[in-house]
């Protein structure tokens, strides 16, 4: 009897291991089937990164003056210490957005054993971590989402670590954490003064009080200290107080109502490049998540997480309506998911131990059923997204197939004028001027918006052009000044159409001025994409 006593914890453990164990493997099997998954913001990042590694500093183009273009300076930084280190900075930061993805599987496994679930109540929650379509998505792209998920997940371990047992090294965790989500993206701010007046609120009635304020209100003036050092130095660096994506994407270029119309229209039903509408997802898991609430019958103090998660899921959420996403999974929104699992994980393990009454065997079916019904969620949305990529896959290799041409073909130090400024400038290795009109890259066109003269200024070697015609030129609105200006039929030639998808048959349509060259078969040469 004493031998079973001492085995039994062992074998518990150890099947709780090998849940991890699952969990990871089947989230990085859904990842690895994401190849190629790289959206053209990611290869702002990287040359971003690569600039600053090689001494150009945090510049879109060389010897420019710097210009913040990027939402992302963690990442940025974290990437150019791989390129400084001798590393691929492409595939550095798949390998990394792949490990941050993993790590916060294994995080949320971590936070489901404090809180008690093991078994079954800990396989249901484990699912659905690791079939978070979103999430493997963004650990698949390159991009700083995972990063920023784990950051979220990590902050939240943190407070609700302050909220069942405070200590110094708790408050200096969370002061470091914050620190970090606010600088890996500008939003990243708004969480630890919400989550410093929540622990306030969640303050002991006991003699550690006066400690506890104390510790708070460290940790409030700490990551102040460092926020603000970053911000004045980022001011001073940039000369601007808002990134350039910020003027571009957010209120000061478009109507707010219209973003927020518009993302919301993204969320449930497909949209550009038929993008599969996620709001279903995210809603069921919220809804979940509520119901948690719902049908709480005490507050316990281990609840403060599911509340943390909650709010900050609220928040966020609303801040990001406010930005149009246009990429496959909601990318901003996809980190937040993350925030879900915890109250998510609550309500399945209710739902679980509901079934006792009923008996073994009927309880093991109706838990089954709960199980089936969360993998099959998860997997439905990555199979969505799957489909999704393969016209990401398409557009990154017809645009890294251009840039290449464009690097052999042009001078150095010959500008390009494209709108998608990530993989083709990247692979060109040109100065690059950003003609869409919510610019990202250039801070004149990203306050004043499109500007013909600006870009004619500079004389560009080739101007490019995004097209939803391969045989003839159906141009973005916005661009039909750059075309129809004189400058335009006078100077420049068409050299090459590159197909990148069949749906709405998108293509890109390349004209090089008239005193560049074209050497005996470099025109043959140029890609065709998908013909």
Not at 20 to 27: E, K
Not at 473 to 492: L, W
Request: glycine share 6%.
């Amino acid at each position: 009897m004493v031998k079973s006593n001492v085995i039994a914890p062992k074998i518990s453990e150890w099947g709780d291991v090998a849940i991890l164990a699952i969990a990871v493997c089947l989230f990085e099997m859904l990842a690895l089937r994401l190849p190629g998954a790289f959206p053209d913001d990611a290869f702002i990042s990287f040359r971003y990164a690569e600039h600053l590694a090689d001494g150009w500093g945090l510049a879109f183009n060389p010897g420019s003056s710097p210009v913040e273009g990027y939402s992302n300076f963690l990442w940025v930084l974290i990437l150019a210490g791989c390129r400084a280190l001798g590393f691929d900075v492409p595939t550095a930061a798949t390998t990394l957005s792949l490990a941050f993805g993993l790590a916060v599987v294994a995080l949320a496994w971590g936070l489901f054993r404090k809180r008690g679930y093991s078994g079954f109540r800990l396989l249901v929650p484990m699912v659905l971590a690791a079939t978070c379509g979103p999430l493997v998505l963004y650990s698949a792209s390159g991009m700083e989402t995972s990063l920023h998920a784990l950051l979220l997940l990590g902050i939240v371990a943190a407070v609700s670590r302050i909220a069942a047992s405070p200590n110094v090294w708790a408050f200096v965790l969370f002061s470091v954490l914050a620190t970090l989500l606010a600088l890996n993206r500008p939003e990243g701010v708004l969480a630890p003064p919400l989550l410093i007046f929540f622990l306030y609120w969640q303050r002991p009635a006991d003699s550690h009080r006066r400690r506890y304020r104390y510790g708070l209100g460290s940790s409030l003036v700490l990551f102040l200290l460092f926020w603000g050092a970053y911000s004045i130095w980022r001011v001073a660096y940039f000369g601007s107080f808002w990134p350039t994506p910020f003027l571009s994407k957010g209120g000061f270029t478009t109507s707010l109502l219209e973003a927020i119309r518009t993302n919301i229209q993204f969320f449930f039903s497909r949209h550009n490049n038929h993008f599969a509408p996620l709001g279903y997802y995210f809603g069921l898991l919220f809804l979940l998540a509520s119901m948690n609430f719902l049908t709480r019958e005490t507050r316990k103090p281990e609840q403060a997480a599911d509340w943390i998660g909650l709010i900050l899921f609220l928040i966020y959420g609303a801040a990001y309506l406010a930005f149009v996403d246009w990429m496959p999974g909601m990318r901003y929104h996809a980190p937040l998911l993350v925030l879900l699992f915890l109250p998510t994980a609550g309500l399945s393990g209710k739902i679980i131990d509901s079934f006792r009454h009923y008996g073994e065997k009927r309880r093991a079916w109706a838990s089954w059923v709960v199980v089936l019904t969360v993998c099959l969620m998860g997997l439905w949305t990555t199979a969505q997204l799957e489909l999704d990529v393969a016209s990401l896959t398409s557009t990154k290799q017809t645009y890294a197939a251009v840039g290449q041409w464009l690097d052999r073909e042009l001078p150095a130090n010959a500008w390009i004028v494209v709108s998608d400024v990530g993989i083709i400038p990247y692979y060109a290795r040109r100065p690059t001027l950003d003609s869409n009109p919510r610019s990202l890259t250039d801070a004149h066109m990203a306050r004043h918006g499109l500007d013909t003269d600006y870009i004619y200024s500079h004389n560009p070697a080739a101007l490019l052009f995004i097209s939803f015609s391969s045989a003839e030129p159906r141009f973005y609105s916005q661009h039909e000044a750059i075309v129809s200006d004189p400058r335009f039929s006078a100077d420049y030639r068409r050299v090459g159409v590159a197909r990148m998808e069949w749906y709405l048959d998108r293509s890109i349509w390349v004209y090089l001025r008239n005193d560049i060259p074209s050497p005996p078969g470099a025109v043959e040469q140029f890609p065709k994409g998908l013909f």
